[in-house]
């Protein structure tokens, strides 16, 4: 058994490898990262324009009662309230939330009511 020669890796096999694995490792984990991150702002994007939708269409209907919307994973509360005692002037409250309740956005507007 001298003079057998066993095949394997030099150091620097095993450093060079190394070095790539972890460079695997810290870009999937940027990308797992930016991911979640987008995730929750384009929820905040749709829940944004649902609500513009429905501001629009209370408005041109003139359909001033509170009532609530669902869309998908979406629940938007709409309420509506007289302004401080001002004649004709109605607060319109827009509330988003996800079907297990956490809060998405919020949105008030002024409406004058003819």
């Known amino acids: 058994?001298?003079?057998?020669?066993v095949a394997g890796s030099s150091l620097i096999e095993v450093i060079i490898a190394s070095v790539i694995i972890t460079a695997v490792f810290v870009l999937a984990s940027l990308?797992?990262?930016n991911v979640t991150r987008t995730s929750a702002g384009t929820v905040k994007l749709r829940?944004?324009?649902?609500i513009e939708d429905l501001s629009i269409k209370t408005k041109e209907s003139k359909e001033f009662v509170?009532?609530?919307y669902a869309f998908d994973n979406i629940i938007?509360?709409?309420s509506i309230d007289a302004y401080e005692g001002v004649?004709?002037?109605?607060?319109?409250?827009?509330?988003?939330?996800t079907v297990g309740n956490d809060f998405i956005l919020e949105r008030k507007e002024l409406v004058y009511v003819e």
């Open 66 to 68: 509170s009532k609530s």
């Open 31 to 33: 990308i797992f990262i």
């Open 76 to 78: 938007v509360e709409r």
């Open 47 to 50: 829940a944004a324009l649902i």
């Open 87 to 97: 004649p004709g002037l109605v607060q319109i409250k827009f509330q988003a939330r």
């Open 1 to 5: 058994m001298v003079g057998v020669k």
